[in-house]
């Protein structure tokens, strides 16, 4: 009896537990699902650590980088190919967007041509018969002392009583007992109707020197030679060149 006393009475002594207050602690030491979810959010957005490339063996080939993706894909062929080149069909358009068809003057005949040449020099047999005296030249004026005083070696390279020979680029002599000013100034343009005669300024060893333009192109050059007294002289020498005599 007196046992069972003892031990009721230490019974009132010792703390009797709360439920409450242990839940309580247990929830202040174990964190919520909640904050476990945050930590796992944050842990899942941090960076991932690059991983080092992994060392190549001295006896693994190398490997060329593959092209871009986009350097593989060919080209479309359905669209059109843009050029800066104007192309040379197409006719060109003047700022009002009017095409131009002028083609400017002598173009496609700038050149010498020595069949038109030659159709030229035909020409100057028409030059007026009537006073065409180049038969009996030099026979019918040398005894008279006109050629003599004349530079000679501008237009000869041989001459006598009754020859001569013209230097080069002379291609024909014409001898007319006509007056000099109509020979000029009438029969030349009237032998070369469709070309241009220019008088060529100075002249060639102090006679008159004319080139003669077939479509704007310098085709025959022309000396003409005072022949006797008078201004002008009642005779004339026509010399007909290649070339240009003053070279």
């Known amino acids: 009896m007196g046992l069972s006393l003892l031990l009721h009475i230490a019974l009132l002594f010792m703390p009797i537990p709360n439920p409450e207050r242990e839940r309580e602690i247990t929830e202040e030491k174990t964190p919520s699902e909640e904050e476990e979810a945050i930590d796992i959010l ?12 992994a060392e190549r063996s001295p006896d693994q080939p190398v490997t060329p980088e593959s092209p871009a993706q986009d350097q593989l894909i060919p080209p479309d062929l359905d669209q059109p190919v843009v050029s800066d080149e104007i ?3 197409e006719p060109l358009l003047d700022e009002e967007g009017v095409q131009d068809n002028h083609v400017p003057e002598n173009e496609g005949n700038t050149q010498f041509d020595p069949t038109r040449q030659a159709t030229l020099l035909g020409q100057t047999g028409g030059i007026n018969v009537e006073f065409d005296g180049t038969a009996d030249f030099p026979q019918n004026i040398w005894e008279l002392g006109y050629l003599q005083n004349l530079n000679l070696e501008c237009f000869f390279a041989e001459i006598t009583s009754n020859s001569y020979q013209l230097l080069a680029p002379a291609n024909q002599l014409k001898f007319f007992r006509r007056n000099y000013g109509l020979v000029v100034t009438e029969d030349l343009p009237l032998t070369f109707t469709n070309q241009t005669l220019i008088e060529v300024a100075d002249g060639y060893c102090g006679e008159q020197l004319f080139e003669i333009q077939d479509n704007g192109v310098p085709t025959l050059y022309v000396s003409a030679i005072k022949i006797g007294p008078g201004s002008p002289p009642a005779s004339i020498v026509l010399i007909f060149w290649t070339e240009d005599p003053r070279g």
């Open 87 to 89: 192309p040379v069909d």
């Open 42 to 53: 944050s842990i899942s957005e941090l960076p991932a650590l690059a991983t080092p490339p």
